[in-house]
């Protein structure tokens, strides 16, 4: 009975067989499948044998991202429902100088890879990919959401309690700070001269003083002039020739009374200069400030002093002595130190930190459960890419198959089925932008 039942099964699996085939053969040779109907036939053909494709692929080498597929890669399409499929890996890879070459195994039939572009992503595993693996887009936008919802309820709170703290320590701070600035520029004068003397040359004489003589001088001449010549002459009415010569001839005679002239020099100038220089304070005033809104204005005095400032902080050597100086006055002062762990430690600060953790400890809790995960749900899928890109070192090269539309295909060079069938590889080419990769693979539950 048994071997009945084999002998039907058999008949019926050729019966099948030659029936399929012989349909095919027979719309081919009417011609009334199109290459797109019989290749569409034939996969159902290969479907229905569980067959899987081959397709050779090759991506042209580029110095300026040398990443390629490698032996193993998956290739993923997204499914209409927006998951992830994957539809088959990468085998018989072999590095050229010109290109990368391989094959494909399409293991889903579902998917005509005739209908889909191929294109190459991988991990470089730099600090922006694993900030975008661990906070992508999504839940940033919700780490920000609590981050501002907890400001806004408890800021004030926050704020009143650490303002007198902060504000009290830099207070203190300043003349601590001051006091080390002064002590360094001490210890460091002779190299602060040295730099001084260096440039005093090569700007002072050469670029400084050439500038104030051609464009500096001119406009304080035009607007302090006039000024100048007002008030010279109306010191020169007030001024007395008479007093001041016979003073000047007493002070050179044997008599015992001296120092006439300079006595006069300071009645003259206290009741006499001041008094019309007081007068023209206002004038003064406004013709400062026309100047220096001209000199300002001055195209070449800018790009010149722009220049100079350039040149004087672009110095390496002055840039080591600041940060020397800056070193010594902010990180290694003992007495800045102090003053910030006195106030720290104050009792008035434990009660603001302590105020402080109990506002915040809620959204610091939900912001580790966004990016880590909980014991209740697991790991977080951003985490578990993380760790397995760094610590396993998995998941850094991946192709993605992109379907096209219907007159774009018709376009490209060596993508169609059929020609990948008679051996022209399919072009895999680089994506365009990063994108993590498509699966995320955690342990599940028992």
């Given at each position: 009975?048994g ?6 099964m ?55 991202s ?36 391989g ?14 572009s ?40 926050i ?76 010191l ?44 023209h ?39 080591r002595?600041?940060?020397?100086m800056l ?34 400890e ?55 089925l ?21 699966l ?7």
């Amino acid at each position: 009975m048994g071997s009945q039942n084999r002998r039907v099964m058999l008949v019926g699996s050729c019966f099948w067989l030659v029936f399929v085939c012989g349909g095919v053969f027979l719309l081919v040779m009417l011609g009334v499948a199109t290459g797109k109907q019989a290749s569409s036939v034939a996969r159902l053909i290969q479907y229905g044998l569980g067959r899987e494709e081959v397709i050779p692929i090759q991506m042209p080498s580029d110095p300026r991202s040398p990443g390629t597929f490698d032996e193993g890669n998956p290739v993923f399409v997204r499914g209409e429902d927006g998951e992830w499929i994957d539809v088959g890996f990468v085998k018989n890879v072999s590095f050229g100088p010109l290109s990368t070459t391989g094959r494909i195994v399409w293991h889903q039939s579902q998917f005509d890879p005739s209908m889909y572009s191929l294109h190459f992503y991988e991990s470089r595993g730099n600090l922006r990919e694993l900030w975008e693996m661990l906070v992508p887009v999504p839940k940033r936008r919700a780490v920000e959401q609590l981050i501002r919802s907890t400001m806004e309820a408890h800021a004030a709170e926050i704020t009143s309690a650490l303002q007198p703290i902060v504000t009290g320590a830099m207070q203190e701070s300043l003349p601590a700070v001051e006091k080390g600035l002064r002590e360094s520029f001490v210890r460091h004068r002779s190299e602060l001269e040295e730099v001084g003397k260096r440039y005093e040359e090569t700007l002072l004489r050469e670029q400084l003083l050439p500038l104030l003589r051609e464009e500096v001088l001119p406009v304080v001449r035009f607007h302090g002039e006039p000024l100048a010549r007002e008030i010279g002459l109306q010191l020169w009415d007030r001024a007395s020739i008479w007093r001041f010569g016979w003073r000047a001839l007493y002070d050179r005679t044997p008599l015992p009374q001296r120092d006439l002239l300079r006595r006069e020099w300071d009645r003259f100038v206290d009741e006499e200069a001041v008094p019309v220089l007081e007068g023209h304070l206002p004038d003064i005033l406004d013709v400062q400030k026309q100047i220096v809104i001209d000199v300002l204005r001055n195209s070449a005095v800018r790009d010149e002093l722009g220049a100079m400032a350039e040149q004087i902080l672009a110095d390496p050597q002055l840039q080591r002595l600041v940060m020397k100086m800056l070193r010594e006055a902010v990180v290694e002062n003992s007495q800045l130190h102090q003053v910030w762990m006195d106030h720290l430690k104050s009792p008035a600060a434990e009660a603001a930190f302590e105020l402080t953790g109990e506002r915040l400890e809620p959204m610091i809790r939900r912001i580790g459960e966004e990016l880590l995960g909980t014991p209740e749900g697991g790991i977080e899928p951003g985490l578990a890419r993380v760790l397995r890109n760094q610590i396993l070192q998995k998941d850094k090269s991946w192709l993605v198959a992109i379907r096209e539309p219907q007159e774009s295909q018709k376009n490209r060079p060596g993508q169609p089925l059929q020609q990948a069938a008679q051996g022209v590889p399919r072009e895999v080419v680089r994506g365009a932008d990063w994108q993590p990769y498509p699966l995320t693979i955690v342990a599940g539950e028992n």
